[in-house]
């Protein structure tokens, strides 16, 4: 009888970070400066699932998840085709991380390289094609890929979609402090700005926040430039609600991509179209 459960996404990033720790550990990475990863979870909109760094090098990874020898991953072929051109305009490495899931009885610890999802019994088993290598395939050459080969210490910048990578992850955790809980964010999409949705905490709506980088400090800004960038964009569709907030960002030290942590600084815009009824 042929088993019939939701793919445990979890599962497989987890299995996919577990395997990638394990590497880095075995080949003395995991100095900050080194290697990090740079997205762990995935968005509502994304190019691909998960990102880490080795030195100056960036690697995009998009899981193929294969049961039975068969790809079980919705539009896969498209999604490696935007992955590719994704890579090909921001300096990345575009990876295929091959995942085997198999069903088996849940017992004991996870076992390395593997995770067991959906609760106690029947569950879903990931394990990486190998376990002996990186199990990183080239999107493009499909030839396998050691992060030791290519990366080197020289300096190299940021490409756009690093910075509203790390922009949105700083704005998701500034709004959720300051404003409500994150309901839905998207990644960065190419020739526009990325988007979060949030529920106001006092007034119990859903609000957009528009997240901008802004290329000098904050408190450099014109009244002009800040004008600039606070331009209403097409993507909005404030179903929700039509007030929101504009999430300025400046990075500083983004020529280096080996930086392990950032500094920032950051302005919020709020943006209120229609007064709220009081919410007790």
């Known amino acids: 009888m042929e088993v019939q459960m939701a793919l445990d996404i979890a599962g497989a990033y987890n299995a996919t970070g577990i395997h990638l720790t394990e590497c880095a550990k075995k080949n003395n990475f995991l100095l900050p400066k080194d290697f990090s990863f740079r997205k762990t979870r995935p968005a509502d909109i994304s190019y691909f699932d998960m990102a880490i760094r080795y030195k100056n090098r960036f ?108 922009a949105t992850d700083v704005a998701k955790k500034i709004i959720a402090e300051k404003y409500g809980e994150i309901v839905e964010w998207n990644d960065v999409l190419p020739g526009n700005a990325p988007q979060l949705t949030y529920k106001n905490k006092k007034h119990n709506v859903e609000e957009w926040c528009c997240v901008r980088v802004v290329d000098k400090p904050i408190k450099e800004l014109t009244e002009s430039e800040r004008e600039h960038a606070t331009r209403a964009t097409h993507l909005f569709n404030p179903i929700f609600s039509k007030n929101g907030v504009y999430f300025l960002i400046y990075i500083d030290h983004s020529e280096d991509r080996t930086a392990p942590g950032y500094h920032y600084s950051y302005e919020i815009k709020e943006v209120f179209h229609t007064p709220y009824e009081i919410i007790d």
């Open 59 to 166: 690697y995009a990874i998009l899981l193929d998840i294969c049961h039975n020898n068969s790809s079980i991953v919705p539009d896969l072929a498209e999604r490696k085709e935007r992955l590719i051109k994704l890579c090909q305009a921001n300096n990345l490495v575009p990876c295929i991380f091959p995942l085997d899931m198999s069903f088996g009885k849940q017992s004991g610890p996870h076992g390395y390289g593997t995770y067991f999802g959906g609760g106690y019994g029947i569950s879903q088993i990931f394990t990486p094609h190998s376990k002996e290598s990186w199990n990183l395939i080239h999107a493009v050459t499909n030839e396998p890929i050691d992060p030791k080969e290519g990366a080197t210490d020289e300096l190299t910048p940021m490409s756009e979609y690093e910075k509203y990578n790390f």
